[in-house]
């Protein structure tokens, strides 16, 4: 069961980095106001959040189907790994732009990269370890289902502050 977990979990990794691409775009190729909510519509730090955070859960739920019966943690692990994943994105843009300033582009792509491993490696490692801390997996499943809703809720009605403006248009969310 262990090499297979490795296999899904590098499975999921590169699902994500995939998907997470083409959200980055998608919304620009498109114009289209129904990917709005799962893709990035600008290029601020939250927008960038949001292209990691969907794609994880869209594999997770599929995952979950081949997983229900191996791990009870499934849905807490997911929820951990997920958060972990797209928090190190503004941790690691705004701990490098306040050494040095302005990131490259290829450095922000870098991020989104290594925030999509950090979280597949916590998830490994936790399911490895048959972690004994139990979370109802409705709480699990309510608090995804809440992160979900705020990243679309804060496409269109995003609050004004650094984490959702884009530092290219100094616009916050969705320009409609």
């Given amino acids: 069961m262990q090499r297979t977990l490795s296999v899904w979990q ?3 990794l590169t699902f994500t980095a995939v998907l997470g691409t083409l959200l980055h775009f998608l919304y620009a190729w498109t114009g289209s106001p129904l990917v709005a909510p799962f893709s990035a519509v600008n290029e601020s730090t939250w927008e960038h959040m949001k292209i990691l955070f969907f794609p994880m859960l869209i594999y997770a739920i599929i995952q979950s189907v081949f997983f229900k019966d191996g791990y009870k943690n499934f849905w807490l692990i997911k929820l951990i790994g997920i958060v972990v994943g797209t928090l190190s994105i503004p ?3 705004y701990t ?3 050494a040095f300033g302005e ?4 450095l922000n792509v870098l991020f989104f990269f290594v925030a999509a491993g950090v979280a597949y490696l916590l998830e490994t490692w936790l399911f490895k370890r ?3 801390w139990v979370l109802p997996s409705a709480w699990s499943k309510a608090a995804l289902a809440l992160l979900a809703l705020l990243f679309v809720a804060f496409t269109y009605f995003p609050p004004q502050f650094p984490l959702f ?6 616009s916050y ?4």
């Fill in 10 to 12: 590098l499975a999921g």
């Fill in 91 to 93: 941790v690691l843009f």
């Fill in 96 to 98: 490098y732009t306040g």
């Fill in 103 to 106: 990131s490259p582009a290829w």
């Fill in 130 to 132: 048959a972690w004994g």
């Fill in 165 to 170: 403006q884009d530092p290219l248009t100094k």
């Fill in 173 to 176: 969310g969705l320009r409609l």
